[in-house]
């Protein structure tokens, strides 16, 4: 048995953005709204949306494909691809195999996980075990967030339609020297509260049609006020823990990373947790709520904007639809 001691952390970032930009000007002409009510009650200015026969998928290769590289490693390195998403192009095949086929990442086994928004910080989670446990001998493992929300958001409900943009962001995770890398990480769902955020898929009940009142029913729907009370507690608490998992004050984090779902909801649990709101990294302003995929865009833009050394305690937090909820406690290796 192997006395090799290691970390978990990440070994390349990569992101893919849609070039096309919905502002909040463009929605005054959509819907009832005006960049004063959206400012005001998310932080959002704009968000990036696909082209409307462009695939999700796409934006997921092109981001995986800049992590591999950053990784300097080849796609054929890859033994796992993990994609999180809740805006599949399709059922079958899966998103990851779609991409696996796209990267030619031709040894890799792959497979998609949905929990919502907390998606990258499940992912995260799962890749971390695999390569703990050796299992199948996994050295490298990709794992996306790949959202095309635009194809799914109800442009006539003035509630939704002005938190949602397109995104993906990819991770490549290995092994890295100890003490750096994943410290801890949590996981947590409740579904005696998914009925505050739902999209039909193959089949739907009374209670979510009668909320939907625009002809096209495969639409999301959110019950804001609920979201928004769960989201500020379970950001704090999800934070909270992966730091007394490993005895780490919040003095001794550098910066946290949140899921970028509205600027309310960012404040509220920085308040909450009483750290400076220039201590939560945001650029919810311009991309808006892009579910699996804000995290790691963030973290990425949080590290080309310099804020980010080797040995940084980072916190990346998530909530989203399920309900779920997760946190990724992590020393940065690079």
Known sequence: MSNERFGIGVLGLGISIPKNVLTNSDLEKMVD????????????????????????FELG???AKMAIKDSGLTPEDIDLIIVATETPDYLTPSTSCIIHKLIGANKAAAFDLNAACSGFMYGLTVAKQFLENGFNGYKNILVIGCEGLSKIVDYSDRASCILFGDGAGAMVVGKVEEGYGILSSYMGADGSLGNNITMPCCSINESDLSVREHENKNVLWMNGSEVFKFAVRVMEQSTRWVLDDKNISLDDVSLIVPHQANIRIIEGAAKRLNVPNEKVYSNLNKYGNTSSASIPIALYEAIQDGLVKKGDNIVMVGFGGGLTWGSVLLKWNK
């Open 33 to 56: 709204t005006s960049d004063e009510w959206i400012m005001k009650r998310t932080g959002i200015s704009e968000r990036r949306i696909l082209d409307k026969d462009q695939p999700a």
């Open 61 to 63: 290769a092109e981001a």
